[in-house]
């Protein structure tokens, strides 16, 4: 029986903690416009932007590969800036039998801030690979994230 694994990344910003978390909390619609290679399309399918329970679709490219993927979020945690989203359809679930992933910000002294994204996951079989392309994924999203916010 497969077990549910972890793994995580994690990112120094320059970007302020708060703006950060709040792209990925009520602002999603902006990824197409500050990562168009990477982020093709992003819409709400089930509730608005920024609540729990809320399901959104993705459509992506990780490591070359075009792929589409609902989500709900599944948790949201305004005093530690974190955000966890679980994985409902698509071509991960193709590969693993449940995804989570969970990104939180976290303000450090100096004018930075730290991103963690945390990936949970049960391989769908054996032959099923660890996705270090999503943490790889994430982590230059982090990068065009932050980038963006310095410019605006």
Known sequence: MAQIAKMQVEAEI???????YEVFRSKGYLLPKICPDM??????LEGDWGTVGSVKQWTYVAAGNSEIAKETVDAMDEKTKSITFKTVDGALLKIYKTMKAT?????????CSS?????????????????????DFVLILTKKVDAYLLKA
Request: charged fraction near 30%.
């Open 39 to 44: 982020i093709k399309d992003m819409r709400v």
């Open 14 to 20: 320059k970007a302020s903690a708060e703006t950060f």
């Open 103 to 111: 990104v939180q910000v976290t303000a450090k002294g100096g004018g």
């Open 115 to 135: 991103v963690k994204w945390s990936i949970e996951y049960e391989k769908l079989n054996e032959d099923s690979p660890p996705p270090n392309k999503y943490l």
